[in-house]
């Protein structure tokens, strides 16, 4: 198995709303992360696990909270967000720990905040 | 302000010949470069890499070239082929840091 798995492909959701992104692997990747890409832009770093701790935040707003369970999985909690919010989140996985490694990325959340 | 710049938005090339997609960062601190491909509803794609160390490195048909000095990073497809076209995002490392080009979208004409 060489994916990572996003879910949901889109979702819609309101201001007020409290959702979550999911984001899976079972390369056995120690390193994970979570982008930000807005139309016609490159993607932007958002959050780094390494051994499933945090390691990086690019000073993103409180009201994305990350969360790594386990050395599989990572979440994207999302509360209170605003229309500027609205982007392709991207989750991607890497073997080694370290920013100049080779990652692989999973499809994608296609987000849109009404 | 941008860090890594691809000035080229699209390219066309005929198919079987050289595809030369470039890329240019701001600071000498990144000391490492990635190239990722990029099909429509499909997340990046890791294609090849290049340490500051070397100025260039090849896999099959892809090659890349990196002048420290300009602060210039070339990617090179030869031939190019059909299944070749998409978005290439180029990538730099280095002080805890990662940025992306906003990508070059290649087309190859059969």
């Known amino acids: 198995d060489t994916e990572v798995t996003q879910t949901p492909k889109h979702l819609v959701m309101g201001m007020t709303n409290k959702k979550s992104l999911k984001c899976e692997q079972h390369?056995?990747?120690?390193?994970m992360y979570w982008y930000k890409q807005k139309a016609k832009k490159p993607p932007e770093l958002m959050f780094v696990?390494?051994?499933?701790?945090?390691?990086i935040n690019e000073s993103v707003p409180s009201r994305f909270s990350p969360e790594c369970p386990n050395s599989s999985l990572l979440n994207l909690h999302l509360h209170a967000l605003q229309p500027e919010d609205s982007a392709l989140y991207l989750c991607?996985?890497?073997?080694?720990?370290?920013?100049?490694?080779?990652?692989?990325f999973g499809d994608g959340t296609r987000l849109s905040i009404l | 302000d941008q860090q890594v710049k691809q000035n080229s938005p699209s390219l066309s090339v005929q198919e079987g010949r050289i595809s030369i997609l470039n890329c240019d960062y701001t600071?000498?601190?990144?000391?490492?470069f990635l190239w990722y491909k990029k099909y429509p509803a499909e997340g990046p794609t890791f294609l090849i890499s290049i340490s500051s160390i070397k100025d260039k490195n090849e896999d099959g048909r892809f090659t890349v070239f990196l002048n420290k000095s300009a602060k210039h990073l070339s990617l090179h497809i030869v031939p190019s082929q059909p299944g070749d076209s998409a978005v290439y995002f180029c990538?730099?490392?280095?002080?805890?840091?990662?940025?992306f080009g906003t990508g070059t979208r290649l087309t190859v004409i059969p």
């Open positions: 696990y390494s051994y499933e701790k945090l390691s």
């Open positions: 991607a996985s890497s073997q080694g720990q370290g920013l100049d490694q080779p990652q692989h």
């Open positions: 990538a730099v490392s280095g002080a805890n840091n990662l940025f």
């Open positions: 600071n000498s601190m990144f000391d490492y």
């Open positions: 390369m056995g990747h120690r390193a």
